[in-house]
């Protein structure tokens, strides 16, 4: 009995050796790899745990790796090193994944697979590809340690998620801030490439609130597409991203507002998009592939969500924030001393009493619709044309009217009385095109007709009383014979054959 017994436990001894020596392989047929957290602003490159989750994984070829966007934030998985060009997109690139969605990718031969968020260059990985059933020793136990680890604090860096709000004010999507990210006021501005106010405001404005704010670390810029001028906006908007993808976002923006031409004149088309390019010495084989494929559609659509979001309706649109999260909003392309006077408030920094002095005076010479429009439902037919082909030519109008009616005596006296009239209805009528898409298509149908009279007024030099009376007048009756006279005559007819 005692022979048997110790003969058994030297048996068992003997199987627990072999299988003690005997390789252990680990599943690597598929991995999941998570954006991190917060990983849409800078500072998860210096943690341990990095941008990703995990951030060195290891695969079988022919497995499956799939790219999990957990983030706030939209986020791209691109194959390749940011500082090496000519590696990125080589085996894989997302596009653009959205919060909550998900890309996967299958590798075919082994190697170090580096990858990159091209949104958020900061963010970069590491993919293992290794020849299926290979044991785990031969590529290294610091992976699955890691794995490991990130699994351990996924959910405590779930708790911690920051988003990229700045105010109320989503900018996940912006391109890279201009100036220095702890600048303690931020100018977000909504604007379209092919608005001819955003081009005033970045010719004349911009150089002096640049030099004295941005430049000084006082002030930071985040620019927020809204290309509400026709498909050349959104393809001058895309092709800005795709020279960011190439480290040239602000130079790009630069040389579209430098070479702006007339309103879906031809002046952002994709040829001329692409030329732009090449001129910045950008990498034209990726550069022309990514504005053919409309690679970054998504994130301008994000964008143009956002500002509306905010009631954006025209361009340009500025929301500064403050420190403390204190919002103002500047409508139009107003004076550089207009944004001096917000920052140095927001700043705590006293104001010359020169410049409050022009503040106050600028202040009372905006026109009654635009401070009415603020307090009320807004402007009805900026409402009914939004995101149609009339957007260009009520920004059209609204051009006509700042710089050629509101430049005479008698056509600001004119405004003065006729936006008294018009916004004591105008903003209930715009709250009612916004709860019913049928009116709203409606009222579109019914100042068609308008819109097209108004444009006769372009035809007066700026400042000159007579031509600006004289036009103003041939408006006004115009529409006085379209929209009573002629339908009063045919009702009559009806009324006298019936």
């Not at 919060?99 to 949104?119: H, I, K, L, N, R």
């Not at 103002?328 to 010359?352: H, K, W």
């Not at 430049?407 to 709860?435: C, H, K, V, W």
Request: hydrophobic fraction near 40%.
């Amino acid at each position: 009995m005692k022979t048997t017994t110790i003969s058994s436990v030297l048996v068992l001894f003997a199987i627990i050796s072999v299988i003690s020596v005997i390789p252990v392989y680990a599943d690597h047929s598929q991995v999941t790899i998570e954006a991190a957290a917060g990983s849409g602003a800078p500072g998860c490159e210096e943690t341990a745990e990095g941008c990703y989750i995990p951030s060195s994984a290891t695969v079988d070829v022919g497995g499956e790796v799939i790219f999990s966007n957990t983030d706030s934030a939209a986020h791209t998985f691109t194959s390749g090193d940011p500082t090496m060009p000519e590696t990125v997109q080589v085996l894989f690139d997302s596009g653009l994944v959205m919060a909550g969605s998900t890309y996967s990718w299958s590798p075919t031969e082994t190697g170090d697979v580096p990858y990159f968020c091209m949104v958020h260059p900061w963010m970069q990985g590491l993919i293992v590809v290794q020849e299926a059933g290979a044991a785990e020793e031969e590529h290294g136990d610091e992976h699955m340690e890691e794995e490991t680890h990130m699994e351990e604090t996924h959910e405590e860096e779930m708790m911690e998620m920051e988003t990229l709000m700045v105010g109320d004010v989503d900018v996940t999507m912006s391109p890279p801030v201009e100036g220095s990210e702890d600048a303690p006021v931020t100018i977000i501005e909504f604007g379209d490439y092919q608005c001819p106010k955003c081009d005033q405001w970045f010719q004349n404005e911009k150089p002096t609130i640049t030099s004295d704010y941005i430049d000084t670390d006082k002030a930071k810029l985040y620019f927020v597409d809204f290309p509400f001028l026709g498909q050349d906006s959104d393809n001058a908007a895309n092709a800005s991203y795709c020279a960011n993808d190439q480290g040239k976002f602000w130079e790009y923006h630069s040389k579209l507002y430098n070479n702006q031409g007339d309103i879906n004149g031809g002046w952002a088309n994709i040829d001329t998009l692409k030329q732009f390019g090449a001129d910045l010495g950008l990498d034209t084989v990726e550069f022309n592939s990514c504005v053919d494929s409309n690679k970054h559609a998504d994130r301008v659509s994000y964008n143009k969500n956002v500002g509306a979001t905010h009631g954006v309706e025209g361009t340009p649109v500025f929301i500064l924030v403050g420190s403390d999260g204190k919002t103002q909003r500047i409508d139009g392309p107003q004076s550089s001393d207009i944004f001096a006077g917000v920052i140095d408030t927001m700043l705590g920094e006293p104001i010359e009493e020169a410049m409050a002095q022009e503040e106050t005076m600028m202040e009372k010479e905006m026109t009654e619709s635009e401070s009415m429009e603020k307090e009320g439902g807004g402007c009805l037919i900026a409402t009914a044309a939004y995101g149609t082909e009339l957007a260009p030519q009520v920004q059209f109008l609204r051009e006509i009217r700042d710089n050629t009616v509101m430049s005479t005596s008698s056509g600001a006296a004119f405004m003065t009385g006729f936006n008294q009239l018009y916004y004591s209805f105008s903003p209930t009528i715009a709250d009612m095109e916004r709860e019913n898409p049928m009116f709203q298509e409606a009222v579109r149908a019914f100042i068609t007709p308008m819109i097209s009279t108004l444009s006769i007024l372009s035809l007066a030099e700026d400042g000159n009383e007579f031509q600006v009376f004289g036009l103003g007048a041939s408006v006004i009756a115009l529409n006085l014979g379209m929209y009573i006279a002629a339908p009063a005559v045919v009702a009559w007819q009806i009324k006298k054959r019936i």
